[in-house]
């Protein structure tokens, strides 16, 4: 199966998510199992998709849970008898365009948040631990890093505006 350029950027937040929020293992996993799901094109047991990957069904649901609680997967609840539940899953395909374009929409807000400040103050870093400081908080510590005593740099404005002003036109391309 041909990844497009939207699923490769989705299953690499998902098993960077997963793998932060549980462990590597958990990551992989999750990748694993939507690959499925996305190849199949219908909704799956949960048991189907343990044989399919030949991972452990409680594993296999765990994984689930935690993606249908991010969002990311589907669930449908059928009954083939009065006295039981079957539940299925499926991935919610619209949701992979929606949320790539949420997380850039997000991006590009904190980076004209970034412009904005870089084109209003004077900012100031330390060259040690890389900590921000606004030109009053620069006055204030004396022009040294309260955390390490380094002299403070004076950030070069210009050429960081010119920088984030591509990454945001590069982002509203790609939506």
């Known amino acids: 199966m041909v990844e497009d350029p939207e699923v490769s950027l989705f299953l690499e937040y998902v098993r960077r998510k997963m793998s932060f929020e549980y462990d590597e293992e958990m990551g992989e996993l999750s990748v694993k199992i939507l690959k499925a799901l996305l190849e199949r094109n219908e909704t799956v047991s949960d048991e189907s998709l343990a044989l399919i990957l030949g991972v452990g069904a409680t594993e296999i649901r765990r994984a689930l849970h935690a993606m249908h609680r991010m969002g990311l997967v589907g669930l449908i609840r059928e009954s083939p008898d009065q006295?039981?539940?079957e539940y299925k899953w499926f991935?919610?395909?619209d949701f992979i365009r929606k949320f790539l374009i949420q997380h850039i929409n997000n991006v590009t807000s904190k980076l004209m948040h970034r412009l904005n400040t870089l084109s209003t103050t004077t900012?100031?870093?330390?060259?040690t631990c890389f900590r921000g400081y606004?030109?009053?908080?620069?006055?204030e510590y004396?022009?040294?890093?309260p955390r390490d005593d380094t002299e403070l740099v004076q950030v070069?404005?210009?050429?960081?505006i010119s920088f984030l002003t591509n990454v945001i036109k590069n982002l509203r391309i790609e939506k």
């Open 83 to 85: 006295y039981r539940y």
């Open 91 to 93: 991935l919610n395909k």
């Open 123 to 127: 900012l100031y870093i330390c060259p």
């Open 134 to 139: 606004t030109l009053d908080e620069a006055y």
């Open 142 to 145: 004396d022009f040294k890093c």
């Open 156 to 160: 070069d404005a210009s050429s960081e």
